[in-house]
């Protein structure tokens, strides 16, 4: 286009044309023009912005220069079809409660764990106070939903539940009404993080190489209810 004869062009004595621009950053630009998208941005940020004036100088906009689409979190649900026949489920199949019940009761989410949750304590009492929260196998049957906490925490010492989850005796008493449990999972180092919001408590733990559903066991001595406040809906319930 600059040679196309619709722009004045500054030649030097020897009639080669003279671009007042920087000299150091035209070799990226060439080397666009060599490979197209195939080109490989350079990581460093400042010279990126330098980079984008000197390609918005020649006309060009590589696909490099773009933004990328920030990622949505995937929304995360109780599932009926993979919970005890006795939770008490939300409409919107956020919340989860039990009351006194026959049974202990275990939840699944419907997806497979990814990134960050947050779990909010909306109710707590009764005689065990008895909450746990973490991560499952996807092979978890029916009738074993409430024993298959694989990874995570739990307020009893002693507990009975399957798995290697890592119990907090000592937290009990301090789990309450209005407490956050946030659980990230980091899927491309097999790693579970989780973190009280109010005690600031936190830990790590290394889990299987597979898919993992969130899951949360509350005993049928108590009165409990717990919501999924992070990630967002997945859209608005009429």
């Known amino acids: 286009a600059m040679f196309s004869g619709k722009f004045n062009v500054t030649n030097d004595e020897q009639g080669r044309a003279f671009i007042d621009r920087d000299g150091s950053a035209f070799r990226h630009v060439l080397n666009y023009l060599r ?118 925490w739990s307020t009893e010492g002693q507990s009975h539940y399957v798995g290697r989850h890592n119990t907090k005796k000592d937290w009990t008493d301090d789990w309450t009404v209005g407490d956050v449990i946030e659980l990230e999972l980091l899927k491309t180092r097999n790693i579970l993080k989780i973190h009280h919001n109010r005690l600031n408590l936190r830990s790590e733990m290394q889990v299987p190489d597979t898919e993992l559903y969130l899951q949360a066991i509350m005993s049928s001595q108590d009165s409990c209810q717990i919501s999924i406040i992070y990630p967002p809906p997945a859209s608005p319930i009429p």
Request: with cysteine; aromatic share 12%; glycine share 6%.
């Open 35 to 152: 490979n197209g998208e195939d080109w490989i941005a350079p990581d460093d940020p400042y010279l990126l912005k330098t980079l984008k004036q000197e390609f918005t100088y020649y006309g060009l906009a590589p696909r490099q220069f773009d933004e990328p689409e920030e990622e949505q979190p995937m929304a995360v649900e109780w599932d009926y079809m993979r919970s005890s026949d006795e939770a008490d489920i939300s409409h919107d199949s956020r919340t989860v409660s039990t009351d006194y019940t026959f049974a202990d009761i275990g939840v699944c989410s419907t997806n497979p764990l990814s990134g960050i949750v947050k779990i909010r304590i909306d109710r707590f009492d009764g005689i065990d106070k008895f909450l746990g929260l973490g991560v499952t196998s996807a092979s978890v049957e029916q009738q074993e939903i409430d024993r298959q906490l694989l990874y995570g």
